[in-house]
């Protein structure tokens, strides 16, 4: 272990680059436009009642967007998802049609995006908004879960790059 216990920026970044992650798409509907998001700060919170959370950076536009629809979709994708991934992450992509080009339906429960080819879905309901920092902690109560029949590869983030686990 190094011996240098600094605390900046910088050294946290690579710290918590450390810690391997899946790799979800968070979407929502706003008056009739879809709204998405490349995100790996989600958690299981609770299993009574079923509740999970999305960490979103309060400056992003999707922050207002998910904020405004009231609920959200938890998309966990597969290995081979990672060109959406990549797209959902790209700052300035355009807002209308950004998931024009990525097979999706929608959410029974809440009218956000299900993404077609994702390993699991979750739909939520916001039920609580923490603010964090520089960004918000946004909880939402599970209200419908799909699971794919695939047995793919999930896709992670690791030391700022894309892999793969079984």
């Given amino acids: 272990m190094s011996e240098s216990r600094a605390v900046d920026e910088g050294r946290f970044r690579l710290a918590m680059g450390r810690f391997v992650t899946g790799v979800c798409v968070v979407t929502a509907r706003v008056d009739g436009h879809d709204?998405?998001?490349?995100?790996?700060?989600?958690?299981?919170?609770?299993?009574?009642?079923?509740?999970?959370?999305?960490?979103?950076?309060?400056e992003a536009r999707f922050h207002d967007a998910l904020l405004q629809a009231g609920a959200f979709a938890v998309n966990i994708l597969?290995?081979?998802?990672?060109?959406?991934?990549?797209?959902?992450?790209?700052?300035?992509?355009?807002?209308?049609?950004?998931?024009?080009?990525?097979?999706?339906?929608?959410?029974?429960?809440?009218?956000?995006?299900?993404?077609?080819?994702?390993?699991?879905?979750?739909?939520?309901?916001?039920?609580?908004v923490h603010v964090a920092g520089d960004h918000s902690i946004?909880?939402?109560?599970?209200?419908?879960?799909?699971?794919?029949?695939?047995?793919?590869?999930?896709l992670t983030w690791y030391r700022s790059g894309y892999g793969a686990i079984d």
Avoid: F, I, K, Y
């Avoid at 597969?78 to 209308?96: E, N």
């Avoid at 599970?142 to 590869?153: A, K, N």
């Fill in 35 to 58: 709204h998405a998001m490349t995100a790996n700060a989600v958690a299981s919170v609770s299993v009574d009642p079923l509740l999970l959370l999305v960490c979103v950076e309060r």
């Fill in 78 to 128: 597969a290995a081979d998802q990672r060109a959406t991934a990549q797209w959902l992450a790209t700052r300035g992509r355009p807002l209308h049609g950004q998931l024009d080009l990525v097979p999706h339906v929608v959410g029974p429960e809440t009218g956000s995006p299900l993404l077609v080819e994702a390993l699991a879905t979750l739909e939520c309901r916001t039920t609580d």
């Fill in 138 to 154: 946004v909880v939402g109560a599970v209200v419908s879960v799909d699971l794919s029949d695939e047995t793919q590869p999930a």
